[in-house]
């Protein structure tokens, strides 16, 4: 079998999976799964991007998702204007002296004299003085803030603009993020990177978490604007009542398609275009001195490549396509919930999607979103109904049957193991691996 008629006959089935789901469950379910399988494939390219490309392993994904569901409100929520007045301005003055801070310890580790140990006390010294100005200025503000009806608002709010824009700002946010952090990190060897990063990741969520005054923390920001319609507006329009009653459904129902079909249609240019252009990426010289770093980082650096600036630039990029991704999930979700965000537990979830799909293949990083997310979400009822199977035999007051029925949804993690090792048995690297040439 061709490498291409393979590849077909794998979405092939993977699209016969999701009508399975919309023949089966109901087409709403299987929509809402092909919106998350698009998100996914999205995030995993970016995942990809980091580790296909350069073998930068990063442990911090949900860290920059969580940056992305971020600029979903910063972006789109209407403002504020009593908390503005409460202590708006101060805030913002609070955390530009913070930067500045930051912005003068580098300043004075570059260019002050002496040993790296001077430098260090003298950076350590200013950094210090600048978190001291900045609670003194950011504190007042914002207790002043988070005092304004908390249970409604309590935070700044956004700018009020369309939602589509904060899916560029996710990826600036987390871009922006990512260069800080690999600033600091990309010198540490892979296993060091991991750590610092899945610690970041921890840090970043940590302050959203409790940072009321900027997205609410852990009382979540509810009703984001939405890019499509609201189900509500199309079941009050002729033409979705008209089409209701020639195929039957109910005006809810077929309403809910809509929408997902919607938001189906905005994932698919993105991922259309993310794609389009890692390939682009992938296939340039840049790309192929990528691999060359990859492979042997000793050799490239011998040729002259500044192996620590290209990580980097491969670090920024991937991170930026991750918060892209992080923000078209709270759009989808239409709230933005920090607590949701646990880096040990999803962080390895988009890893097995590389990992299944092939790393280093931008078809199969797509491939591995799909399969993972689906099964992810599938396990439960399909592991329902085999335990049912099973334990038809036993009485129905059973109370290992009880047992086992209650306890399906924990068939969820034992399905990812199967999987996984199942492509690692059968295909060690991956469903559609990476090319040789």
């Avoid at 202590?87 to 609070?94: D, F, K, Q, T, V």
């Avoid at 992080?326 to 590389?354: C, E, K």
Wanted: net charge positive; hydrophobic share 55%; with cysteine.
């Amino acid at each position: 079998m061709s490498l291409n008629l393979r590849n077909i006959l794998l979405f092939a089935v993977m699209g016969a999976l999701l009508i399975a789901v919309g023949v089966i469950q109901s087409a709403n379910v299987a929509l809402a799964i092909l919106n998350l399988c698009l998100i996914s494939a999205i995030m995993t390219l970016g995942v990809n991007i980091q580790w296909g490309y350069a073998g930068l392993f990063n442990a911090g994904v949900m860290g920059f998702a969580a940056l992305g569901g971020l600029a979903a409100v910063v972006v789109s929520f209407p403002p504020v204007p009593e908390a503005w007045s409460a202590g708006g301005p101060r805030a913002i003055l609070g955390v530009a002296s913070g930067a500045l801070a930051i912005g003068l310890a580098i300043l004075t580790w570059r260019k002050i004299p002496g040993s790296r140990r001077t430098r260090g006390w003298a950076a350590a010294a200013v950094t210090l003085a600048g978190i001291i100005l900045m609670r003194f200025i950011l504190d007042p503000a914002v207790e002043a803030i988070e005092a304004v009806e908390p249970a409604k608002t309590g935070f700044l709010g956004g700018l009020g603009l369309p939602i589509v824009i904060s899916w560029i700002a996710g990826g600036a946010f987390a871009a922006l993020a990512a260069w800080g952090i690999g600033k600091i990190s990309l010198g540490l060897r892979s296993d060091y990177l991991a750590i610092a990063t899945l610690g970041i990741s921890e840090i970043i969520i940590y302050f959203l978490k409790n940072e009321e005054w900027m997205a609410r923390g852990v009382k979540n920001v509810n009703g984001l604007p939405r890019p499509v319609s609201y189900e509500i507006d199309l079941q009050q329009t002729v033409w979705v009542q008209e089409l209701a009653a020639t195929f039957g459904f109910s005006l809810v129902e077929l309403s809910s398609i809509i929408v997902k079909l919607s938001y189906a249609g905005l994932f698919i240019v993105v991922l259309v275009i993310v794609f389009w252009l890692s390939e682009k990426a992938l296939k340039s010289p840049w790309g192929r001195m990528m691999r060359a770093i990859r492979d042997n980082e000793v050799a490239a650096s011998a040729m002259g490549k500044d192996v620590t600036w290209r990580h980097l630039q491969v670090f920024v990029l991937g991170s930026a396509v991750i918060g892209l991704a992080g923000a078209m999930l709270t759009t989808l979700d239409g709230i933005f919930t920090p607590a949701s965000y646990q880096p040990l537990r999803f962080t390895f979830l988009v890893w097995v999607m590389v990992i299944v799909g092939g790393s280093g293949n931008n078809l199969g990083s797509i491939l591995g979103g799909f399969v993972i997310w689906f099964f992810w979400i599938e396990a439960e009822p399909i592991g329902l109904a085999l335990i049912e199977f099973l334990t038809s035999g036993m009485a129905v007051d059973s109370a290992l049957r009880l047992h086992l029925i209650e306890n399906a949804a924990h068939t969820r993690l034992a399905t990812m193991g199967v999987v996984l090792l199942l492509v690692l048995r059968f295909s060690p690297r991956g469903l559609i691996p990476e090319r040789s040439k």
